[in-house]
């Protein structure tokens, strides 16, 4: 689900601590005398007051009526990111708009060529360790999966394959896929920062980088059409940037130089028809990536589902039997 924030308010991150020693996370919509409305991403919670322990508020996030304060772009004078997650990098303060052309420059080493013995798509680095986002339709049913970088050497572009690729996460239903290079001669990899789909406009110019049919690092530039679409029963961003297969999962960047969709579907009989996975689905896909863990022994499952926490012992009673502590 995509949650769209209308009008200027401040949304609230924080922890809530909650008895029995658990505990919930998200943005905190309101704050009432009888409970309090979290914001988990997938749905709305409405926590009674008298079940909560205390609430830890960690950083106010703006709506998209806000304008944050001004940064300088990708590159030389990169726009001020931080890291939201271990894995990944956020945009804090958007930096000014540079035109495409500086952009792919800067950028187009994060892009890369996906390759299976079914078909092939497209992708993106998002940290520097070698772990990128594509769909999951492109590595679908597969295990044997190459991933084909342009390195850029003393002003050259050099191709490389690399054919040690694990899968990390799946999510079928929202067709995202998380896969890491793991060569050992592998250098640190060039990553996309990743942005806010919230925070576009319709109208704002957006370009996507990747292999339609094959053709490596082509590059289709167009507007975003709307950002509430829905297709095939999810919301998608619509766009006029030229998609075609072998784009999918590849990155659709808005002009600062941050992803702000993945490139998943066309309409084949229209022009300018393109759809494009939210980067706020993504986001969530990969704070939550323990849910979505691939599993060898279950390679078709989306979900992965973690052993419950075990009976927490009271103050001394260490060591006795669950039941037996009273």
Partial sequence: MVALSC?????????????????????????????????????????????IVQVLKTE???????????????????AATEASDALFET????????????????????VVQVRTPGGL???????????????FHVIEGETHISVEVYHQRRGQLERRVYKQIAIVAINKFQDL???????????????APLGDSDALAVGERVFAIGSPLGFERTVTEGIVSTKTRQYMGDLYLQTTAPLNPGNSGGPLFNLRGEVVGVANAKIM???????????????????????????????TNPY??????????KPGTAGRPAGQDR
């Fill in 7 to 51: 009008g200027l308010h401040v949304a609230v991150a924080a922890t809530i601590q909650l008895k029995e020693q658990a505990s919930v996370t998200g943005r905190i919509l309101a704050e009432k005398k009888d409970c309090v409305v979290v914001d988990l991403g997938y749905t709305v919670l409405s926590i009674p007051r008298s079940e």
């Fill in 60 to 78: 106010a996030t703006v709506s998209q009526g806000d304008k944050p304060s001004s940064a300088p772009g990708p590159g030389p004078g990169a």
């Fill in 91 to 110: 945009v804090r303060a958007p930096g000014p708009e540079r035109s495409v052309r500086e952009l792919v420059q800067a950028l187009g080493e994060s």
């Fill in 121 to 135: 798509g497209s992708g993106f680095f998002i940290n520097e360790e070698g772990y990128l986002i594509t769909n």
């Fill in 177 to 191: 896929a998380l896969l890491r290079v793991e060569d050992k001669d592998a250098p640190r990899f060039v990553k």
């Fill in 269 to 299: 009989f229209g022009e300018g028809l393109g759809f494009a996975i939210p980067v706020n689905m993504v986001k969530f896909f990969l704070r939550h990536r323990d849910a979505y863990a691939y599993d060898k022994d279950n390679p």
């Fill in 304 to 313: 992965r589902y973690l052993p419950p926490p075990g009976r927490l012992h």
